[in-house]
């Protein structure tokens, strides 16, 4: 480069630097080890995949939303509003699991309970007390009954089912809410991804940002028309390319597509003499203001080489340059005069200036402060609209829980008045039992006296039994003395009746008509004493037998009534008893 475009480059550098955008975005010094997580596999010293990556990224951003502070604030609180929502709906969804399994578990132990108790209950028990023992030891261990054991079970049950539809509500929230802030998260990164590849110095956006920068009127300082030149050639490319595409013909741009080796050899066969010559006469034809610089350009007389472009280019900067100088003193003269009006104009309005400024600085203030307690106000309104929400969520699940609550206090209105029903007939029983407790130690009493006496009674039977047997065992051996004398008395009357026999033919021989008659008389005399004797014997027998007999089942009647009235006292004072005990 040569020594003028070095100066050239000098004068221009303060005016282009208050043109352009790019040390706007001067990088944040930041240690990227620290700062990022950066992948092991990366090599950061190889540049061509770094700056791949980057220029992929910088693509892959096309079509991202740049947004702006007012756009990105209200998103930013927002997303903390909805994080703050979402720790709580998660604090709230854990609660509801531990109740959910809570009654879950409540439900199975009391389905298990009755299942237990209905075994107990199916089961044959030897006797009632074996029956009592285990309902009480039931009762202990499971509740009062099985009915109270399904109202548990069912109450269980509902309070399971109504967790459940709580966690469904709350996992239906926790989504959306979790879609939120996924979107508001997206629209942020997409945010920053293009807001970086936007301000890239490699990136295409930002050389035509700065282009359109430059072109904008309203928005940047009166710039030269050697500036806006200087800005293209840096961001474009090299001046002399833009010339070669401009001011040569079709023919002639061709030539820039040919190898570099036939522009080495044209560079070699350089005559510098004739250069500085050519540099020379242009830049007096330029000085010349008067004549325009389009008749000086001519298409046959130029040359094709690299140091006609050259000369050429230096001719156009050596113009430019003194045009610039021009403008500057003009403008610096346009700008001595605009501070003086403006000066006279302030003098003029400083006595109404001051008041105005500090009451458009107290309306200013005002209306920041308006703005901070309207988005401090928004911002509460916000977090009671979600309170507000969730209070309601709460509500209506505190509704359900409060139709619960009512039917529970009937229930226990109901209970109530059962209790004291059954207060009342608790206090009856214990007036009725205390009355029984009393019958029945009179009733011991007097039983203790009917079995004192019965014992006498019994005593006495069994001695009077006792001497009946033993009159029965003596009657019965006097008996079958009586038998046996019977049996002989019998073979003493066949031995009689033989012995008449054999005299009645003795007196019928002898004599026979007057024999017989005294014979037969004494025959009938004899046979009617001995019937009379055999039927009283008999009838005494019967009599006897029957007497015994008599006695027996009398004896046996009234052992089994004593016996009974005994088991009934004994059943009743332990009846009595029992009824002690569970009282007490």
Not at 446 to 459: A, G, S
């Amino acid at each position: 480069m040569s020594s003028f475009d070095t100066s050239l480059d000098a004068s221009f550098h303060e005016e282009i630097m208050d043109t352009t955008p790019q040390d706007t975005y001067a990088p944040i010094p930041i240690d990227p080890s620290s700062h990022y997580e950066i992948s092991p596999l990366l090599n950061q010293n190889d540049q061509v995949s770094v700056n791949f990556l980057i220029q992929s990224a910088m693509i892959e951003s096309k079509g991202f939303k740049i947004l702006s502070y007012q756009d990105i604030d209200p998103l930013k609180k927002q997303l903390i509003l909805l994080k703050s929502r979402q720790t709580t709906i998660r604090h709230k969804l854990e609660l509801e699991s531990k109740v959910s399994d809570a009654a879950s578990s409540l439900a199975k132990l009391h389905v298990n309970s009755t299942a237990v108790i209905d075994t107990n209950t199916n089961t044959t028990a030897p006797s009632s007390a074996f029956r009592r023992r285990s309902a009480a030891v039931s009762s202990l261990f499971t509740g009062n009954n099985t009915s109270n054991n399904k109202r548990l079970s069912k109450h269980a049950k509902d309070e399971y089912e109504i967790s459940l539809k709580k966690m469904a509500e709350l996992k239906d929230e926790l989504a959306t809410i979790n879609e939120r802030v996924n979107d508001i998260e997206i629209a942020l990164l997409q945010h920053s991804v293009a807001l970086l590849g936007w301000t890239h110095s490699g990136s295409i956006t930002v050389k035509y940002a700065r282009r359109d920068y430059d072109t904008v009127p309203a928005t940047r300082k009166p710039v030269s028309k050697g500036a806006e030149i200087f800005n293209t050639m840096k961001h474009e490319g090299s001046l002399a390319t833009m010339l070669d595409e401009t001011f040569l013909p079709n023919t002639q741009k061709q030539n820039k597509y040919q190898p570099k080796s036939q522009h080495k050899n044209s560079e070699s066969s350089i005559d510098p003499f004739q250069v500085d010559e050519l540099i020379s006469d242009i830049s007096n034809i330029i000085d010349n203001e008067d004549v325009p610089i389009s008749i000086k350009y001519d298409k046959e007389d130029m040359s094709l080489s690299i140091q006609d472009k050259l000369a050429y280019l230096v001719t156009i900067c050596h113009h430019f340059f003194y045009n610039y100088r021009d403008i500057k003193q003009q403008l610096n003269e346009a700008l001595e005069n605009n501070k003086r009006t403006a000066d006279n104009h302030q003098r003029g309005l400083e006595p109404t200036s001051d008041s105005e400024l500090s009451r458009c600085q107290t309306e200013i203030n005002n209306l920041r402060q308006l703005v901070q307690t309207t988005q401090t106000n928004l911002e509460m309104i916000e977090i009671e609209n979600a309170d507000l929400k969730s209070s309601q969520r709460d509500i209506d699940h505190h509704s359900h829980y409060e139709k619960e609550i009512f039917s529970l206090r009937k229930s226990l209105a109901e209970t109530e008045d059962d209790l004291e029903k059954l207060e009342l007939e608790h206090v009856d029983l214990k007036s009725s039992n205390k009355e029984l407790n009393l019958q029945s130690q009179s009733h011991a009493s007097r039983l203790k006296d009917m079995t004192d006496n019965k014992d006498e009674i019994i005593k006495e039977w069994k001695e009077r039994h006792e001497t009946l047997e033993n009159e029965l065992k003596f009657k019965s051996v006097s008996l079958e003395e009586l038998i046996k004398q019977n049996a002989d008395y019998e073979s003493k009357h066949a031995e009689f009746n033989a012995r008449i026999t054999s005299l009645q033919e003795k007196i019928f021989r002898t004599n026979p008509g007057h024999n017989i008659n005294q014979g037969d008389r004494f025959a009938e005399l004899f046979l009617c004493k001995d019937s009379m004797i055999n039927v009283s014997a008999t009838i005494l027998v019967r009599e006897f037998k029957r007497i015994i007999e008599e006695m027996r089942t009398y004896h046996t009647k009234q052992l089994k009534d004593e016996e009974d009235k005994n088991f009934r006292l004994e059943e009743a004072a332990r009846i009595g008893k029992v009824d002690r005990r569970a009282i007490h």
